[in-house]
């Protein structure tokens, strides 16, 4: 079966730092990858997605993710996070030929004003 | 509405109590899928549903879980018998049932057996 693993559970940066969540996955085949993201009080939101093409992918609000095949990777990054990036965040793979998702334990975001 | 919505909101039962949760998708999305999210836990698969095809029930955790799905749109999961280990956030998304389409997500119900 799948697995996703996103190593880091809790995150606590400063306004203006650097972001770069951890996500990888186990499937040796074809996969869609996805970053999804819950604010405070809200349900869960796409943020980015990578289905096919460039490796780098630009989600909303200055978040891009970067498929690295060879290493089962697709790390969330945000060059200078705000105060308002405060949420939990959740990477998904889903095969290509299933249509079940794989969700890892999400990372919790907390960025101090 | 546009977007996907749950019922109820959150409902507070009995252990040994059965409960049903109601999931809306979105108009025209053929597939649905329900998860379940415990405190500090990921999202866990329960179910899936593509159009009229046979249902993924591969992640209903035991046999007091059921879900259906009825004309194609509204979906109700069951949980017989409810344990207190069943206290959970229960996620409904769903989506066109095209490859590399996204979930849409509910905003949960959260369920409290006591």
């Known amino acids: 079966a799948q697995s996703v693993s996103q190593h880091n559970h809790h995150v606590i940066l400063s306004e203006a730092a650097s972001l770069e969540l951890g996500c990888n996955y186990s499937?040796?085949?074809?996969?869609?990858l996805f970053w999804y993201v819950q604010y405070p009080g809200q349900h869960l939101q796409l943020l980015l997605k990578y289905f096919s093409g460039d490796p780098l992918v630009k989600g909303i609000k200055g978040f891009e993710a970067e498929f690295i095949k060879s290493k089962f990777s697709f790390n969330l990054r945000k060059p200078s996070v705000q105060w308002s990036d405060t949420a939990e965040y959740f990477c998904?793979?889903?095969?290509?030929?299933?249509?079940?998702?794989?969700f890892g334990s999400g990372t919790k975001l907390n960025v101090k004003p | 509405g546009a977007g996907v919505s749950q019922s109820p909101s959150n409902k507070v039962t009995e252990k040994g109590k059965d409960v049903e949760l109601r999931c809306d998708p979105i108009?025209?999305?053929?597939?649905l899928y329900w998860y379940r999210q415990s405190l500090g836990q990921g999202l866990e698969f329960l179910i899936y549903?593509?159009?009229?095809?046979?249902?993924?029930k591969s992640g209903l955790p035991s046999d007091r879980f059921s879900a259906e799905r009825t004309g194609g749109s509204v979906s109700t999961l069951t949980i017989q018998r409810t344990q207190q280990e069943d206290s959970a956030v229960y996620l409904c998304?769903?989506?066109?049932?095209?490859?590399?389409?996204?979930?849409?997500f509910g905003p949960g119900t959260r369920l409290l057996v006591l």
């Open positions: 549903f593509q159009g009229n095809s046979a249902p993924d």
């Open positions: 108009s025209g999305h053929t597939a």
């Open positions: 499937y040796g085949g074809t996969v869609n």
């Open positions: 998904a793979v889903k095969s290509y030929n299933f249509n079940k998702f794989y």
């Open positions: 998304a769903s989506s066109l049932d095209r490859a590399g389409e996204t979930q849409y």
